[in-house]
């Protein structure tokens, strides 16, 4: 069926590196946007990074700029997030998504995965 | 950066109407798109372009946007609609903006 599986989640010390996979089945994967989001434990949703469906356009929040990069696999139909310089702030459920909609500034995110805990602490 | 304003909590009782506003500066210029979350689960789309439902989201939801408020629209509540809601809009220069977070409680 319709789906994103994230992985790669886990307890890192600050400074540390993680990379976080998202596994897409049952839709053609290279024909989508594909986005990153994140939620602190007991708090809202937050955007981190985009990624255009060819893998040239990408855009990240300015909370992780620098040290978080987004990429994808379409032959794979997986989607990545490469965390370097890992904070306390960081630790979240980290959520990939679908986008749709007509053009930019009407994008929605229309298929979400069930997401992946990241644990940042000494 | 582009704010979105939800109230943290709304009440209602089964069978009543739940208005859950986003309030944002010119958001009527804005297409707003509204996510439902259950404790524990990802993130559910409701409502896309002010208005639309996804395939699967019953009629009960619906959704409105003007001048400095967006609302969605909960009709005759279930229990089951117990959860927090985000409204979320794209902004050119703070990209995808979500709402703080509505927690609807059925009483």
């Known amino acids: 069926q319709v789906q994103l599986v994230e992985s790669g989640g886990g307890l890192v010390k600050p400074g540390g590196s993680l990379r976080l996979s998202c596994a897409a089945s049952?839709?053609?994967?290279?024909?989508?946007?594909m986005s990153w989001i994140r939620q602190a434990p007991g708090k809202g949703l937050e955007w981190v990074s985009y990624?255009?469906?060819?893998?040239?356009?990408?855009y990240y929040a300015d909370s992780v700029k620098g040290r978080f990069t987004i990429s994808r696999d379409n032959a794979k139909n997986s989607l990545y997030l490469q965390m370097n310089s890992l904070r306390a702030e960081d630790t979240a459920v980290y959520y990939c998504?679908?986008?749709?909609?007509?053009?930019?500034?009407?994008?929605?995110?229309?298929?979400w995965g069930r997401g992946t805990l990241v644990t940042v602490s000494s | 950066s582009y704010v979105l304003t939800q109230p943290p909590s709304v009440s209602v009782a089964p069978g009543q109407t739940a208005r859950i506003t986003c309030g944002g500066n010119?958001?009527?210029?804005?297409?707003v798109h509204w996510y439902q979350q259950k404790p524990g689960q990802a993130p559910v789309l409701v409502v896309y372009?002010?208005?639309d439902r996804p395939s699967g989201i019953p009629e009960r939801f619906s959704g409105s946007n003007s001048g400095n408020t967006a609302t969605l629209t909960i009709s005759r509540v279930e229990a089951g609609d117990e959860a927090d809601y985000y409204c979320?809009?794209?902004?050119?220069?703070?990209?995808?903006?979500f709402g703080g977070g509505t927690k609807l409680t059925v009483l």
């Open positions: 979320q809009v794209w902004d050119s220069s703070s990209f995808w903006v």
């Open positions: 010119n958001i009527g210029s804005k297409s």
């Open positions: 998504a679908r986008l749709s909609g007509q053009q930019l500034g009407y994008w929605y995110f229309d298929l």
């Open positions: 372009d002010d208005s």
């Open positions: 049952g839709f053609t994967f290279s024909d989508y946007y």
């Open positions: 990624i255009s469906s060819s893998g040239s356009t990408i």
